[in-house]
């Protein structure tokens, strides 16, 4: 798998994520922080011509450097509740109910890892999967939470109702975000960017919430919402 640019290369480097070479332009500038880190750790670096990282690249933005890594790996949704619970902290997860741009994921994991969450559960269908592109976007921050993969959120939600976890659907047509009480063992439900959230998925919810909107247009990307709705669960558990 690789890991592309010069942000998300170093918090991979500073993760206990395996790398097993990095490629490094003959011509790139401002790499020798990765270089003196990959000769820490004792990581094979090789210097190649800028036309073949064009090549492997994937997601063509490379900025001089690609790490080689295993695959991505992924969390359960039990190991997402048992991490909360080490930390003794009350549960925070994101639900993503389709989110099918990878710059969307990227994003989202950026802001919930920036916001304290403890972990992000995606379907393993019809969804953005873990990849190059969502690497760079998060700015390393995939490497530093939890994601989880399932075949059915559904059953996801149906699980954690059971086990006394709140879970909310984030829609227009919710109670304002404000008013509702976020400071419990939570996971928030973010649809897909054209359609939302499923209608059998919000009837499992525990109930739906929305952001106040002011302006002409009210619709908000996906990663932003999710974003907002982090800052709101931060902010009133440390009230």
Known sequence: MNIEGKNPVKEALDS???????????????????????KAK?????????????????????????AIS????????????????????????????????PHNLGSILR??????????VIPSRRSAVVNATVLRTSAGSANHIKVAIVGNINDT????TDNFVNVYSADMQGA?????????DLAIVIGNEGNGVKALTK?????????PQYGKVNSLNASVACGIICYEV???RNL
Not at 157 to 160: A, T
Not at 176 to 184: M, Y
Not at 203 to 211: A, E, M, Q
């Open 234 to 236: 931060t902010r009133q």
């Open 157 to 160: 939600i149906r699980y954690l």
């Open 203 to 211: 009837k499992l919810c525990s109930g739906v919430i929305s952001i």
């Open 16 to 38: 206990d994520k395996k790398i097993s070479k990095i490629y490094v332009s003959k011509t790139a500038h401002d790499l020798q922080p990765i270089i003196d880190g990959a």
């Open 42 to 66: 004792g990581i094979r670096i090789d210097f190649v011509d800028k036309f073949y990282l064009d090549k492997i690249s994937e997601s063509k933005r490379h900025q001089g450097v690609i």
């Open 70 to 101: 295993e695959d991505f790996k992924y969390s359960s949704v039990e190991e997402i509740v048992a991490f909360a619970k080490s930390k003794n902290q009350p549960l925070f997860m994101i639900i993503l109910d389709g989110i099918e741009d």
């Open 111 to 120: 802001a919930a890892e920036c916001m304290g969450a403890h972990g992000v």
């Open 176 to 184: 304002p975000i404000e008013k509702s009480r976020l400071d419990s």
